[in-house]
């Protein structure tokens, strides 16, 4: 039973295409994420959502764009792709500490999205 | 900067040993810390949380403790196996700004 459940898995596609990256949760979490894996292994965050609403954008590119149509699901739309995009993007849910609902605050992945940009 | 740094950056140990790796930061906000593990090709899974208010979680042969006076954690490995071999992420969330900061990794490789 996938908590944090990732599609496509692999993504291989040509440098100007436009491709999207799919996450949802079963976990009830409030808040979802998205981070990047570089070929150096360094993970970063790009995206937060609580409930639907952008918490953080980490100076992404606008080309790419989350969507969150509800708290369970937390897509990723890519513009005009580029060689430097080629990357694991890795989706994520937690429950926050703080807040209304409150849980752990423990962050739990998917398996990742592994994007080639040819 | 890197806010979080793990030393060493790789580690190789014989089956059977115990190990301690090293996570330290370089901000005081509260925060919780959260050790992972990354297989080759693979997403992360979570081993232990140490909320704000705590000092130490255990789980099996693994416990990692926090102190925040000198901005370190440590996880320890006791009676190591080969299926230990992975990489070990430390992260720490900052409450402030609601982000989760990876440290660089230390490659674990257990011989047997």
């Known amino acids: 039973d996938t908590a944090v459940s990732q599609t496509p898995k692999y993504l291989v596609t040509q440098m100007g295409n436009d491709k999207s990256i799919k996450c949802e949760q079963n976990?009830?979490?409030?808040?979802m994420y998205w981070y990047k894996q570089d070929s150096k292994k360094f993970l970063k965050i790009m995206f937060s959502y609580n409930n639907k609403e952008l918490i953080i954008n980490e100076t992404v590119p606008n080309r790419f764009s989350p969507k969150s149509p509800d708290k369970a699901h937390l897509n990723l739309h890519i513009n005009s792709l580029e060689l430097g995009d080629s990357a694991v993007y890795f989706c994520a849910s937690s429950h926050p500490q703080t807040g209304e609902t409150r849980g752990t605050g423990e962050l739990f992945f998917g398996e990742g999205s592994r994007l080639t940009v040819l | 900067k890197q806010e979080v740094t793990q030393i060493p950056a790789a580690l190789s140990v014989p089956e059977g040993e115990n190990l301690v790796l090293n996570c330290s930061f370089t901000?005081?906000?509260?925060?919780?810390l959260q050790w992972f593990r990354q297989d080759p090709g693979k997403g992360l899974t979570s081993l232990l949380l140490i909320q704000s208010s705590q000092r130490e979680q255990t789980s099996g042969r693994l416990n990692a403790s926090l102190d925040k006076s000198s901005g370190r954690s440590t996880l320890y490995i006791a009676a190591s196996q080969p299926g230990d071999s992975a990489t070990y992420l430390c992260a720490r969330f900052n409450f402030g700004n609601e982000k989760l900061t990876f440290g660089t990794g230390t490659r674990l490789t257990i011989i047997p």
């Open positions: 901000d005081s906000a509260i925060y919780n």
């Open positions: 976990l009830g979490h409030d808040t």
